[in-house]
């Protein structure tokens, strides 16, 4: 299968959620861990007082970006651009999920796979679509900047390509 990457309107999708930070700052919903830079940039290197210059912002964005790719590329779909856009934006902020600690698209805590995962391999891109608003929780409380990437994940999911 070929592998995608992410078209411009992807890429504005993701930034247009992600503030731009040269500073580390604390989660939103947990006021501390996950700290995160840049644009979106979170992991162990990430720590209260981090600052970053524009220019190593962008380098992790693009790093950040092309990892994204590479995980959706090896989930083996036969996607649209926007599906596939629309999947890295998913990703980039929800991650895939490790069992017994974290859901994402790949593994739930539970173990087992995302029901949007579950779908897409069944090809039922609606059912598919119709998961992404379902993800807008942080700490089991619904976030409105969630809750507007979601959505704006789904349309662009759902567009012709």
Do not use: C
């Amino acid at each position: 299968m070929k592998q995608q990457r992410v078209s411009a309107a992807g890429s504005d999708l993701i930034e247009s959620f992600e503030d731009d930070r040269l500073e580390a700052y604390p989660d939103p919903a947990t006021g501390g861990a996950p700290w995160t830079i840049g644009r979106g940039h979170t992991g162990p290197d990430v720590r209260p007082g981090l600052k970053i210059t524009q220019a190593q912002s962008d380098s992790l964005f693009s790093q950040d970006l092309a990892a994204r790719e590479n995980i959706i590329n090896g989930l083996d779909l036969e996607l649209t651009q926007g599906q596939f856009d629309a999947l890295v934006s998913f990703v980039f902020n929800v991650g895939t999920g490790k069992p017994g600690v974290k859901d994402g698209l790949v593994y739930l805590r539970s173990g087992g796979p995302s029901t949007l995962l579950r779908m897409l391999r069944a090809k039922n891109y609606a059912g598919a679509a119709d998961q992404f608003p379902l993800w807008n929780k942080a700490n089991g409380k619904p976030m409105t900047g969630l809750t507007r990437r979601r959505l704006a994940e789904r349309a662009l999911f759902l567009k012709a390509s």
